[in-house]
């Protein structure tokens, strides 16, 4: 099912945001399903079109002072029109006191009501990042994940490719592997994808002829990463005769995962070539044009400019026949 | 594309072993194989993919095949699957 019951968001978020429940029961008629929160404010004045009702709602100074300003009788009224909707849960912030009459409409109406001492900005942020990891989108793909230099390596390829096998050897040239075979990728933001390995397989890489291989025991510490931006996907392929490969660097080719550009490399394969010295020269390559600097395009301006130059005098000499 | 359900009759399920003896089974066919439980889908080329399922007894799953042989494997995985692991792969 969709979603995240309050129960399952409680158990999860109890200590990171200080919650305590006040009402009665975690259950709750209505799911969380996005990865929004809602000040109720202008709901509580009784204008209740558009009221985001499918989110956490949270009262702070703001909506607690208001309730208070109203006679008991308009804040039970107030209240019972908001409490009136599915609202998944409730949250009362800087450990401030709810109105009379509150706790026991949020457990009749059962909409768990909890308080947290955080301040109320404080906790709209650190709420939002939790939901928004948990609703990040996510895929997983077949493919082994390096940090290479601190540029986050993707190589893919059909099975038995030798994805694994270049993992292995950067790990042994010093980068370190954040998730071999099956990597898990998660969006964050609108441009950046993290990805990680799976906790069952941890740092393991199985290497065709010998097996399960843990990287962590064998290589230590220093040899893995739990996450990772991924930057650059290497698509591993086997040579064809029949392809045109990348000779310049001049047009870039893309791939996108999630929504999210990024930079392509295919590189063939073939016996006697060595894929781990040119990941490691992508890498590099990467971060070159991160600080601004393009390799391929500075080859063809002094290129262009040496020929340009040449073509000058070539015709000043005809002009000019001594 | 042809696909077959199967459920997992060995006890306690796919572990190391046959999940072995499944990714062996499924490399001797060129077409792309995967492997899926209702949480995840798998490669089912890639052991530590078909580990990763942890799929107990009784688990239902899905094969996936695509490509020439893509009938012929997934009849055989899901004859490794029914018959417990036990036929000569």
Known sequence: ??????????????????????????????????????????????????????????????????????SQQECGKALSQVMAFAIPCLVITKGLTPPPGMVALASQNEIPLFTTTMDTTQFQHEVTAYLEETFAPATMVHASLVDVYGVGLLFTGRSSIGKSETALDLVERGHRLVADDMVTIRQRHANILIGSGNELLRHCIEIRGIGIIDVQSIFGIRAIRGFKRVEVEINLREWDDAEDYERLGLEEQHTTILGVRIPLVSIPIFPGKNITVIAEAVALNYLVKAYGYHPAQRFSQNLLETIRRKRTLAQLAEGDPE | MYEARVEVRNDPGIHARPAAILVQTASRFSSEIHVATEALEVNAKSIMGVMMLAAETGTLLTIR???????????????????????EA
């Open chain 2, 65 to 87: 095949a695509q490509g020439s042989d893509e009938r012929a494997a997934v009849e055989a995985l899901v004859r490794l699957i029914e018959a417990r692991f036990e036929i």
């Open chain 1, 1 to 70: 099912m969709v979603g995240l019951t309050v129960a399952e968001f409680f158990e999860a978020t109890r200590k990171r945001l200080g919650l305590q429940l006040l009402s009665q029961s975690l259950h709750s008629r209505s799911r969380l399903v996005n990865d929004m929160i809602n000040r109720p404010q202008l709901a509580l004045t009784g204008f209740l079109e558009n009221f985001l009702w499918d989110r956490p709602q949270i009262f702070g100074e703001t909506e607690i002072r208001y309730l208070e300003s109203l």
